[in-house]
């Protein structure tokens, strides 16, 4: 198998989060545990899961973003100039809500030399002799999400206005992660499989967005964001479709978007989901530059705990490998075990068979390292 990032068997990030650390957490909540007695707990549990990722056979190791409660809310909110606030509503998915928590922007944008998940990745980097990898979410996702109102802050007139400054705080940002240790970095990314779906994209435009270009406008994003990327590190991003408590928003195949996706985003890499017939073909695949890049195919669902038949599974990467070269392909589950901290519906043991499962297969299609 690869022994550079994205490896042939790889993982989003997320993992459910165990019962001790959800008891932590509300005791945190409720003001009977302090916040050192809730960071031990962290620690505690972190060690645990990159001891399981080791002993499920991945080469790489997450801290399963077990300090955190959502995705993407955490990472914005920690940066200066924009807070996590509390709305009428929360985001809408199939037939359940979250919680009514959204972002504003009451300040330029600007990436803070204190953020906490700094702190995160170096305390996964002591942990592990693997490739420690940090998720965070993408800037497209900022943009995509703020409500009509969310920009209150006289540094901007319109949610457009933020571009440069969010482009630039990421530019920081991954120097800063980088400076840190880390080599292997991911951005999460919901906003691209939205622009595949008409209902996501009316619902944009009604949030104030101009849809027209948005496409060529995120890959100018990315591109700005990761300028500055450091020859030895390498950049990938999950396109996600939603994944709060086994539901999803999305649906529709990357068409739309592949070529300014695949060949224009200067990403090292592509975590694709392809669980489901939502996300369409693989056809989309031949914008992928030959000799450049990795897909990584979302084969593998985290939405519920019964294994694939593995033999659908390779029959699915050889369709895949009808569009992209195989050597250009890997697999993984098709999203986190739990982008929030209630997580999807499945066990532990589950979601260990699921990750064990898709090591397995990198190694009969790949070959193993």
Same mark, same amino acid.
């Given at each position: 198998m690869s022994t550079n990032p994205p490896f042939r068997a790889d993982?989003? #990030? $997320?993992?459910? @989060?165990? &019962?001790?650390?959800? $008891?932590?957490r509300a005791e945190h909540l409720a003001g009977r545990l302090d916040d050192a007695g809730l960071r031990a707990t962290e620690d505690e549990q972190i060690v645990s899961v990159v001891t399981k990722q080791a002993d499920a056979g991945l080469r790489l190791a997450t801290d399963g973003e077990f300090r955190r409660s959502w995705w993407h809310f955490d990472f914005f909110g920690g940066l200066n100039g924009v807070e996590v606030a509390t709305l009428d509503h929360g985001i809408q998915f199939q037939g359940v809500q979250t919680a009514p928590q959204g972002l504003r922007v009451t300040d330029a944008i600007a990436f803070a030399d204190d953020h906490p998940m700094l702190d995160h990745f170096r305390f996964l980097k002591a942990t592990t002799s693997a490739v420690p990898k940090m998720s965070i979410p993408a800037p497209t996702v900022m943009h995509f999400r703020l409500e009509q109102d969310a920009v209150a /802050?006289?540094?901007? &007139?319109? @949610? +457009? +206005? %933020?571009? +440069?400054d969010l482009a630039a705080a990421y530019r920081v940002a991954v120097r800063s992660f980088y400076d840190a240790g880390c080599r292997y970095l991911q951005f999460d990314d919901t906003a691209w499989a939205y622009l595949c779906s008409d209902v996501e994209l009316e619902k944009a435009g009604a949030r104030g967005i101009d849809v027209t270009g948005l496409a060529e406008k995120y890959s @100018?994003?990315?591109?700005? $964001? %990761?300028? +500055?990327k450091p020859d030895d590190m390498v950049i990938t991003t999950h396109v996600c479709r939603g994944n709060f408590r086994s539901t999803w928003i999305s649906s529709g195949g990357y068409e739309p978007v592949a070529e300014q996706l695949l060949d224009v985003c200067a990403y090292d890499g592509y975590f694709l989901e392809y669980d489901s017939e939502r996300a369409g073909g693989f056809d989309p695949l031949r914008f992928l530059p030959k000799g450049e890049k990795t897909v990584v195919l979302g084969l593998v669902t985290t939405k /519920? #705990?019964?294994?694939?038949?593995r033999d659908v599974v390779k029959r699915r990467i050889d369709e895949a490998a009808e569009f992209a070269p195989l050597d250009q392909l890997a697999l993984s589950p098709q999203c986190g075990f739990a982008s929030t901290e209630e997580g999807n519906i499945l066990t532990e043991d589950e979601q260990w068979a699921k990750v064990r499962e898709v090591v397995r297969l990198a190694d009969e299609v790949w070959g193993a390292a």
């Open positions: 993982i989003v #990030g $997320s993992f459910l @989060r165990p &019962e001790s650390l959800k $008891s932590a /802050s006289t540094a901007y &007139e319109t @949610r +457009d +206005d %933020i571009i +440069d @100018r994003l990315i591109n700005q $964001s %990761i300028a +500055d /519920s #705990g019964e294994l694939e038949h």
